[in-house]
């Protein structure tokens, strides 16, 4: 089996992310990023998920109950978006033989190693991305670029993985499991190889 292998880095939630970067107090509450005219969600936290908000949700239909939620607005601020875009793909692309930016939150790169040596550079890019950027990012790690998207996948879904999945790591009779209940459409979206961006960040 060969040593070479794609991680997917996707930065979680990802506007949302940049807005923490600068207001730590965001952390931990319920947040969501509006539209250019604030008429309509585009981003929301974990905690905004949680409470069955929608991206697309007008803004308007929700405002009345964001102070007794605790739900924080933010007008979405591309220019901050697009710097620290490229941050972290100057960070991720530090570990990588090649590198593909694929969108503003996601990159894939190449890694070579055995499936401990991939597990451990996923935790290592994620350590170095917080650190030097400060925004949360997931890593899934295969042979394809496809089986990388599912890989980040089940690491974003399972936090006992510490948000890193190298899927050859994992029990052969796990994965199969999780690809029986993952439909295909959901776990790797759409576009070429089935790799278009997947709506779970609301980015």
Not at 74 to 80: F, K, T
Request: aromatic share 6%; charged share 20%.
């Amino acid at each position: 089996m060969s040593n070479n292998h794609i991680a997917l880095v996707d930065v979680n939630n990802f506007y949302v992310s940049c807005e923490r970067v600068f207001d730590p107090k965001l952390e931990g509450r319920p947040v969501v990023v509006l539209s250019n005219n604030d008429g309509c969600v585009v981003a929301r936290s974990a905690e905004a998920k949680e409470l069955g908000i929608k991206t697309g949700a007008p803004w308007f239909q929700i405002q009345g109950q964001a102070k007794a939620w605790g739900l924080v607005a933010r007008s979405s601020n591309y220019e901050l978006y697009g710097d620290l875009s490229a941050r972290v793909m100057e960070v991720v692309g530090r570990f990588g033989t090649w590198q593909e930016v694929y969108s503003i939150d996601e990159s894939f790169v190449g890694l070579v190693g055995e499936p401990a040596q991939l597990q451990a550079a996923g935790r290592d890019i994620r350590a170095a991305v917080m650190r030097h950027v400060g925004v949360p990012v997931c890593v899934g790690i295969a042979s394809t670029k496809t089986l990388a998207k599912f890989a980040n996948r089940i690491a974003k879904q399972n936090p006992g993985l510490g948000g890193v999945c190298a899927l050859e790591s994992m029990p052969e009779g796990h994965v199969d499991g999780i690809q029986q209940r993952v439909p295909a459409s959901g776990a790797l979206g759409r576009g070429r190889e089935n790799l278009g961006p997947v709506e779970d960040d609301g980015h």
